[in-house]
């Protein structure tokens, strides 16, 4: 059953599609174990399956239990760490201005509460946020315009190791979350190297004075004054950073890519259990890719 729910995760596989290419190609079957006699799970027991572990909190252990055969492969978490946070889509939820701000408030909406099967279809953890992207340059002179795209659903929040490039740490929130205030919680202190690279979104005093009393040395991004321009010297800096810090896009990448990472499930703790595989999922597909590379011959 767990083998099932990596296979989602690999796949971006609801349960019904799943359950319908277990019994149709014989590369799953072999990965599963199963014959061509074998009774398949359902879609049903899948989703109680996943439910079971979400009740019980265990994609966390497991996280952490994957990450001890790392460490006994010998892919220690080393050359330091790179903070980053992605966000995750989930279905947009057609709602009134006055139920949104019935679930700001953290109430539910009188007529949900009379009608129990559309509550049960409403997620109330998930939020809308604003992801700013820049824009192309133009012809020399033109005026440069971002891109403010709306999204809705939840982040993913990860730290990986310099060297080999493996999520060590994750938390899991709603989209509209601040960035910064999720660092503590990513710090790998087993990483054999102190510095921490992350872009300006996780700069601030408080940060700043806690990777100093915890002996971390910081590579945060420095942000722009306000109504100046970006002096040289620091725009340098930023970009000796950038070209460190890009290593944590290959883990999103892969995620939004290949794996399609898509929350289809309602409520943050069934987000967290996905998320949660999905890291997992892809920290073993990263430990497969680190075990295939060829060892380079120093003459």
Known sequence: MFKILIL???????????????????????????????????????????????????????????????HEAGYLAMGGQIIDATIVAAPRQRNTEAEKQEIKAGR????????????????????????????????????LVDFAIPAFGYKNHVGIDRVHGLIRRWVATDAARY?????????????????????????????????????????IHRKKPPGKPLPQRTSRANAAKSRVRSYVEHVFARQKGPMALFIRTIGL???????????????????IWLARKPTPIIA
Request: glycine share 6%; net charge positive.
């Open 108 to 143: 539910v909406p009188e007529e949900w509460r009379r009608r129990p099967a559309k509550l049960r279809q409403k997620d109330r953890d998930a939020r809308w946020t604003v992801k700013y992207t820049k824009a192309k340059p133009r012809e020399e002179g033109a005026h």
């Open 179 to 219: 960035d910064g205030a999720q660092m503590s919680g990513l710090i790998d202190k087993t990483n054999t190297a102190s510095t921490v690279w992350a872009d300006t979104g996780y700069r601030s005093k408080k940060n700043e004075a806690w990777l100093e009393t915890s002996g971390l040395r910081s590579r």
């Open 8 to 70: 989602q995760a690999s796949h971006n596989l609801s349960d019904e599609r799943c359950e319908y290419l277990i019994r149709d190609r014989l590369s799953f079957m072999r990965f599963l174990g199963l014959s061509l006699s074998d009774v398949v799970p359902d879609a049903n027991t899948i989703w109680d399956f996943r439910e079971a572990l979400t009740k019980a909190g265990a994609v966390g252990r497991l996280f952490g239990r994957f990450d001890a055969v790392l």
């Open 269 to 287: 703790a069934r987000a967290t259990t996905k998320i949660g595989l999905a890291n997992l999922t892809y920290n073993m597909h990263r430990m």
